[in-house]
Structure formats: C-alpha cells, structure tokens
C-alpha cells in the first residue's frame, strides 16, 4: 500500500470520510509482537465501538477451516504437491479457498489483509467503481466517502436490503448521518 498505518488511518479518517461522520469512525490495527507469527487485528469502531473486527483466529474459531475441508472433499480436490518445479492442484485449491474468503466476508468475519488489501484497492479506484464493487469491504469503504453525494445516496436506498447483514450497517449510519433514513 505503500503509506505507514498511522498515514491511512489518517486518510481514512479525515482525507476520505464524509463530513456527516467525521470523528465518528476511526480504524485500528495492532500487531503482537510476541506471537510467533505478528499477527494481531484490525477494527473499525463507530462512535467509539467496535463495529468491525479481523483476525486471522477467524477461519478456525468460526468454522471455516472445516467448510473449506468439506467443499475440497466433495469437490475432490487433490491435497497441493510440490514436484520439485511446480506445485500441482494449486488453482484448485485456491478456487475452493477464494470460496471460502468469500463466505467469511459476507459472513462479516475478516484477516487483517482482507481490509487491508480491500483499502489499497479502495484508494486505487474511482468511487464510482468502488461503490459498485463486488468487494463488499470496497463498498464499505465508499459508502462512507465525501465523494458519495445525496443523489447517489438516495439511489441506493433501494439497495441496502440486498446487502450483506454487516454491510447494511454502515450503509444505514451513513444514511442516517445525511438525515435520508
């Protein structure tokens, strides 16, 4: 993505976020430095709660390590094998995972690179392609973006319903800070 946190935070927080809720939504992330691997999770909290959170504990705590273990076996997917030049049955697999990564994001339950990754993109794409995005995470990120006018916000009220349960919420706390819902 190329900036430090702290500098996206920042764009996020002030450079891109309507005027309606400003101060209202800030993003945090931290890393743990004693975990064998760094990880550690990201957050979205509005009005100082946490509204939104990733972690990679996710995919085990929630189940999906095993959904995916499922639609590998009823899909017969080969386990990946490493011939020494190439790893075989790697777009199988990343198929079935991309499925996966799909469920958990409409689901709501996110890694730290899903938001990430989702941002880098955001930053990267005209809002009206973000706002159209079959990313739901990318339209997040532009439902809540100064560039989002009320004539575009009042076309989309039809659409909050068919949004993902997570997704629908900040879709409605930017309806609401306009005073259109």
Known sequence: ????????????ENDYICESLK???QY????YRKAHDDY???????DGKEVLR?????????GYVYKERV???????????????ETLYNEENEEVEDMVNEMMNNDGFFEIYHITDAIGEYKNLDIKESINSPNPMIRMFAI????IGKRT???IIPEVDNQPQWLQFFYKLRLESENLL
């Open 1 to 12: 993505m190329g900036n430090s946190w702290s500098g996206l935070r920042r764009e996020l």
């Open 23 to 25: 101060g209202r939504v």
């Open 28 to 31: 945090f992330i931290t890393h």
């Open 40 to 46: 550690g999770r990201i957050a979205i909290r509005v």
């Open 54 to 62: 990733g972690n990679p504990f996710n995919y085990y705590v929630k």
């Open 71 to 85: 639609l590998k076996e009823e899909r017969g997917v080969p386990t990946r094998k490493w011939t020494g030049k």
């Open 144 to 147: 809540m973006d100064r560039r």
């Open 153 to 155: 916000l009042m076309n």
